[in-house]
Structures are given as C-alpha cells and as structure tokens.
C-alpha cells in the first residue's frame, strides 16, 4: 500500500473514505487534508479513464479531475491510484 502517508483512512468528512463509492469517494478526496489533496498531481502518474459520463476517454491527472468533454467529475483515493479505483461523483455533480 503507497500512502499519501497520512491517515485519512480515520475519517475526514461525513461517512466518506477511502473506500467509498462514487460521489462520497469523490466528496472525500475532494476535502482530504483540507482540500490540499485534490489539485496535487497522481503520484503513479495521469490515468487514461474512460469518462463514465459521456464514455470519452480523459487523461486524470490529479486526484480530483473533471472530464473536458462533458464535465463529469471523477477522483481517486490516493493510497491506491489506480484506473480500476477512479470514481465518478454522477451526471449532476458540480464541486462546490
Ligand atoms: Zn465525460
């Protein structure tokens, strides 16, 4: 396990970790360590992830990305990058 070497895993925000799903994934990464996280590039490097919103495929290159053709917003725990973990937060997800 490569961890960002924090421990988020004990809870930041309301019910969402690591491990969550979907929007409460990306509500989580999105507030980790204050929003400090989400604009930092992947420490694997980009991913190439099929948008799960319009099926466009999009290089997400930090942990917290929007997809450039219809805007859908994805994220990724960043203890385990990987293409099979990015989440996508739905259709009518806006970040704050
Ligand atoms: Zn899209």
Known sequence: MSGCGCNTVNGVGAGGGPFSKGKELVEFVYNAHDGAVRDQPISAGPL?????????????????????????????????????????????????
Request: with cysteine; aromatic share 8%.
């Open 48 to 96: 190439e992830v099929i948008c799960q919103g319009c099926d466009t495929s999009f290089a997400l290159v930090t942990y917290v990305g929007i997809c450039p053709h219809c805007g859908g917003v994805h994220a990724v725990a960043p203890m385990n990058p990987t293409v099979d973990n990015v989440q996508f937060a739905g259709k009518s997800f806006v970040l704050p």
